[in-house]
């Protein structure tokens, strides 16, 4: 079903949930408005898990400048992040937990220092030769 409304055109999908849009029907067909609306969680998904992985809290900006620098640099790590699971295959989740734990320690001991380095897992080696070759 069609609808316009003041603020633009309705549609309904299926099971009848409302849809809202400012693209005219001639514009853009309502299968292909309902359908691109409902791509939108590929759109939405790296966001959410994003911040969550990466354990990023909510800022708030008042001033454009820092609005603007903020949503410069989100959508530079979801670039970034892109294209570290185009080249693995991981999901950025994955990513950050296989490369988390591999850190190297150096230790000075009596005038000496040893550096200890971790094991690499089959998924780490797996993310470092994506990422160098």
Same mark, same amino acid.
């Given at each position: 079903?069609?609808?316009?409304?003041?603020?633009?055109?309705?549609?309904?999908?299926?099971?009848?949930?409302?849809?809202?849009?400012?693209?005219?029907?001639?514009?853009?067909?309502?299968?292909?408005?309902?359908?691109?609306?409902?791509?939108?969680?590929?759109?939405? *998904?790296?966001?959410?898990? #994003?911040?969550?992985? =990466? +354990?990023?809290?909510?800022?708030?900006?008042?001033?454009? &400048? /820092?609005?603007?620098?903020?949503?410069?640099?989100?959508?530079?790590?979801?670039?970034?992040?892109?294209?570290?699971?185009?080249?693995?295959?991981?999901?950025?989740?994955?990513?950050?937990?296989?490369?988390?734990?591999? *850190?190297?320690?150096?230790? #000075?001991?009596?005038? =000496? +220092?040893?550096?200890?380095?971790?094991?690499?897992?089959? &998924? /780490?080696?797996?993310?470092?030769?994506?990422?160098?070759?």
């Amino acid at each position: 079903m069609i609808l316009t409304v003041p603020f633009g055109t309705a549609y309904t999908d299926h099971l009848t949930r409302p849809y809202v849009t400012n693209i005219p029907a001639q514009v853009m067909p309502p299968a292909e408005v309902l359908s691109n609306y409902h791509d939108l969680w590929h759109v939405e *998904q790296p966001f959410r898990m #994003s911040k969550t992985d =990466l +354990q990023a809290r909510p800022i708030f900006h008042r001033q454009r &400048d /820092a609005i603007e620098a903020h949503l410069t640099i989100v959508f530079t790590a979801l670039a970034i992040a892109r294209y570290l699971q185009h080249k693995t295959g991981f999901s950025i989740r994955k990513i950050i937990r296989t490369r988390r734990p591999l *850190q190297d320690v150096t230790i #000075s001991l009596a005038g =000496l +220092q040893i550096t200890a380095k971790p094991e690499l897992t089959d &998924d /780490a080696r797996h993310v470092l030769d994506a990422l160098t070759h």
